[in-house]
């Protein structure tokens, strides 16, 4: 089983920043995919980034490419989304997750996750 517990939400001005954390613990695994999703207030859920966690690679939405950039830590087991340039649409729930068997094709569905953290909130005030 894999735990993962966000933190690093809040308000905030648009144009500010804010950065996201996820820390993994449990049953972790080298080949895994680590991502970030958001659910805003009567919309589905909606991939926002992630990142392969063996290779680095990354992959983003196009609503936040360019100003979102998602890393991780391999020794703490952590995921971080640096948000940059926020906008009031960016308000939101953001939800960290984990794919066990990552496909790239696959990378920006919801489904295709294994585990769920418990969400955080993001608020931008215009």
């Known amino acids: 089983q894999v735990q993962l517990v966000e933190s690093g939400g809040g308000l905030v001005q648009a144009g500010g920043s804010l950065r996201l954390s996820c820390a993994a613990s449990?049953?972790?695994?080298?080949?895994?995919?680590m991502g970030w999703f958001r659910q805003a207030p009567g919309k589905e859920r909606e991939f926002v980034a992630t990142?392969?966690?063996?290779?680095?690679?990354?992959y983003y939405a196009n609503s936040v490419k360019g100003r979102f950039v998602i890393s991780r830590d391999n020794a703490k087991d952590t995921v971080y989304l640096q948000m940059n340039s926020l906008k009031p649409e960016d308000t939101a729930v953001y939800y960290c997750?984990?794919?066990?068997?990552?496909?790239?094709?696959?990378?920006?569905?919801?489904?295709?996750?294994?585990?769920w953290g418990q969400g955080t909130q993001v608020t931008v005030s215009s």
């Open positions: 990142i392969r966690w063996n290779t680095g690679s990354t």
């Open positions: 997750a984990v794919a066990r068997n990552p496909i790239t094709s696959t990378l920006r569905l919801v489904h295709k996750y294994d585990y």
């Open positions: 449990g049953r972790t695994f080298s080949s895994w995919a």
